[in-house]
């Protein structure tokens, strides 16, 4: 079963709105949650992170909500841009598992001019 | 600083035949861990190495092997190729330390015939 979910597959978003985008989890053990970009025929770039301390982050444009009641996790881009189109993909693990990141299936989002 | 080089970008093996895929790790980092992403499951962890130990391994067969180096550079193996080996592999490397975040390289293609 699969313990890190990101249910929408594609988000689209105009240029200079909002996007954000969604991750929810079962595993209460968790404590170290990431979201990576990635474009085709490419490695995931890493772009924000938090920890199971905060409850947000922000660096830039980019904003990461943790809400440990609901696992449910959230990237905010504000605003957004033509070059954020790419597959965005939430990863997460505890603290004991150091290099196993769980990751979601990934949403991607097309920021329209 | 150098980032994660992954070796060959790409490659086409026979089935049965058997692969060794490499990562050089960002310079000082001591973690390197393996993924496979395919369409189907997403980005699985494969395992992670650490001082040359391997530390954590994800659920995939014994044919899936890997090493690492005084350097930490790392090998993936994988012997007995199947056609559902077919994916794209990537590299991870960190510090090694809890809560810190992972850089991957590009990934190398394989392709299964």
């Known amino acids: 079963d699969q313990q890190v979910k990101q249910n929408s597959p594609s988000l689209s978003v105009q240029e200079g709105r909002i996007s954000i985008l969604n991750c929810d989890y079962t595993?209460?053990?968790?404590?170290?949650f990431l979201w990576y970009k990635k474009y085709p025929a490419e490695g995931p770039t890493f772009l924000i992170s938090?920890?199971?301390?905060?409850d947000k982050n922000e660096d830039g444009r980019f904003t990461v909500f943790l809400n440990k009641s609901a696992k449910h996790l959230s990237l905010h881009i504000v605003p957004s841009q033509p070059g954020d189109s790419a597959v965005y993909f939430c990863?997460?693990?505890?603290?004991?598992?150091?290099?196993?990141?769980?990751f979601g299936k990934g949403t991607k989002l097309s920021v329209k001019p | 600083k150098a980032g994660v080089t992954q070796t060959p970008r790409y490659l086409i093996k026979t089935r049965g035949q058997q692969v060794t895929l490499s990562c050089s790790p960002i310079?000082?980092?001591?973690?390197v861990s393996w993924y496979q992403q395919t369409p189907g499951q997403g980005l699985q962890f494969l395992f992670e190495?650490?001082?040359?130990?391997?530390?954590n391994k994800g659920n995939f067969p014994g044919r899936f092997s890997g090493r690492q180096f005084s350097n930490s550079r790392s090998e993936m193996n994988v012997s007995t190729l199947e056609l559902g080996d077919s994916a794209l592999y990537l590299c991870?490397?960190?510090?090694?330390?809890?809560?810190?975040?992972?850089?991957f390289g590009q990934g190398t293609r394989l392709t299964v015939v």
């Open positions: 991870a490397s960190s510090g090694g330390t809890a809560y810190t975040e992972a850089f």
């Open positions: 595993n209460s053990m968790f404590d170290y």
């Open positions: 938090i920890s199971s301390i905060k």
């Open positions: 990863a997460m693990n505890y603290g004991g598992s150091q290099g196993n990141l769980i």
């Open positions: 310079s000082g980092h001591r973690s």
């Open positions: 190495y650490f001082s040359e130990t391997q530390r």
